[in-house]
């Protein structure tokens, strides 16, 4: 069965097999919890990337009525290799991140029925990661799941570092789980389908790994924003391949976020969550809170002396050519801190951020005054 062989390519591993364009660009090496994250433009390879590592014939796809097409196309790889598929299509959107919709799946499995060793193989974004993903981390004390992300926020965040979870009326994401799935498996193909909108919006999260961790990657996408912006395939899969491997080094340090490492990839985030916590869930896409978030962090950090001017300017100039907002609705500044100081992130009501000291490098800053904070949020907002 010898029908992989493995090369050394650019600091990844490639996966060459014949017909198949599979690459392994990443391992997340956490014990007996590490897998591999394979980047690919097709399903060719999918099979072979799944079959070692699932341990059961019978699977639950989960996905969502807006990439029903890439959940067939996973079943219809997976079929002639013996799988037993069942498929469970939600409804697409933030709302499915609940109990209610967990509970769902939870019949699924209860009826299919599924043992310990069934997998569970989310297909579609953050939203059909993060639910199915924690329905597999709490059904029957734990379930594998193997991840196809389908935007480009999941391929380059939410796929890599096994956080799972749902949302509670009360707040995003407040329940949930670490729970590692066995393996990522991206097709870059799927994103020929996804919205403008969405695809700029999971760009802000490159541009993040680039003020924290990366001024080569900062000053590529500086080259190639147009090149990025309409989705040139090769400059695309490079690109996550990069920003899976950025993701695990980070992961794999901090797994459950405990040392404050992990904490930096929060750049932008605290700002981030208050503008959609103020403007209302669905107003601005993740991303799109997440560049104006950063540039907000961005002008906290220059207003405390870390980093020049310079340095904000240039993301203000690089997020704009992405298409990126980088200016703030006049939302009532009150009502902005007042929703920093509830995010979970924020300990017993102190504020910190995450910021950069120089382009590639941040760490998190502890009691930052709130006049400052203040300040940056004025001089943030669209003049009108
Ligand atoms: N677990 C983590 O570490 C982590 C990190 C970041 C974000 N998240 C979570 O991720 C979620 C956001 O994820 P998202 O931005 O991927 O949103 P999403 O999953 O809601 O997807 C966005 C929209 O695009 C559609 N879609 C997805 N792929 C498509 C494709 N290829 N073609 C056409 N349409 C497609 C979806 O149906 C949906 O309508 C949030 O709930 C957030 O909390 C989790
Ligand atoms: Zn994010």
Known sequence: LHIFSWVELSGGLRL????????????????????????????AGL????????????????????????ARAVAAALAPAGFEIAVSILPAGEKQKSLATASILYDQLAVMPADRQTPVIP???????????????????????LMVPTTLLAMVDSSVGGKVGINHPRGKNLIGAFHQPVGVYINTATLVTLPEREFRSGLAEVVKYGVILDADLFAYLETEAESLACRDPKTVGELIARCCRLKASIVQRDEREETGLRAVLNYGHTFAHAFEAVAGYGTWLHGEAVAAGMVCASRLAERLGRIPRELTERQVVLLTRLGLPTEIESWPTTELLAAMQRDKKTMSGHLRFVLPSRLGEAGLVEDVAESDVRQVLDASARSS
């Open 16 to 43: 060459a097999r014949k017909k198949t364009s599979a690459v392994i660009t990443s391992r997340v090496e956490l014990g007996s919890r590490s897998y591999d994250i394979a980047v690919s433009d097709d399903w």
């Open 47 to 70: 099979v072979l990337f799944a079959r070692p590592r699932l341990l059961s014939n019978r699977v639950l796809i989960v996905s969502d009525d807006q990439v029903q097409q890439h």
């Open 123 to 145: 297909v579609g974004g953050g939203v059909i990661g993060d639910l199915a993903g924690f329905v597999a981390a709490t059904y029957a004390r734990g379930l594998p799941w």
